[in-house]
Nanobody, 119 residues
Framework: QVQLVESGGGLVQAGGSLRLSCTAS????????MAWYRQAPGNERELVAK???????NYADSVKGRFTISRDIAKNTVYLQMSSLKAEDTAVYYC?????????????WGQGTQVTVSS
């Protein structure tokens, strides 16, 4: 099992910044990627940013140039630095980890952290 604990959400004014953190614990091996998703009320959960085991990153078009995903391997932590925040970034942000066991993918999710951007 893998446990994920997120932190760093909160209320911020438009144009401001926040940094989200997600720390993994438990049976951590064969991690393929770590990622951040978000879900706004009435919307489906969507990918925000992803970082693979090799360090490759990709971002949703809506956050490119404003958000940066990074990781600290020694701390088993992934970060999401969010800048130039907009009201439409308001959502619950979830951290997820995928690992492979005997070629089978296992996905784990955090409890989510609320980000509210006031306009």
């Amino acid at each position: 099992q893998v446990q994920l604990v997120e932190s760093g959400g909160g209320l911020v004014q438009a144009g401001g910044s926040l940094r989200l953190s997600c720390t993994a614990s438990g049976t951590i091996f064969n991690i393929n990627f770590m990622a951040w998703y978000r879900q706004a009320p009435g919307n489906e959960r969507e990918l925000v940013a992803k970082i693979t085991n090799s360090g490759w990153k990709n971002y949703a078009d809506s956050v490119k140039g404003r958000f940066t995903i990074s990781r600290d391997i020694a701390k088993n932590t992934v970060y999401l630095q969010m800048s130039s925040l907009k009201a439409e970034d308001t959502a619950v942000y979830y951290c997820t980890v995928r690992r492979y066991i005997a070629s089978m993918a296992q996905d784990y999710w955090g409890q989510g952290t609320q980000v509210t951007v006031s306009s």
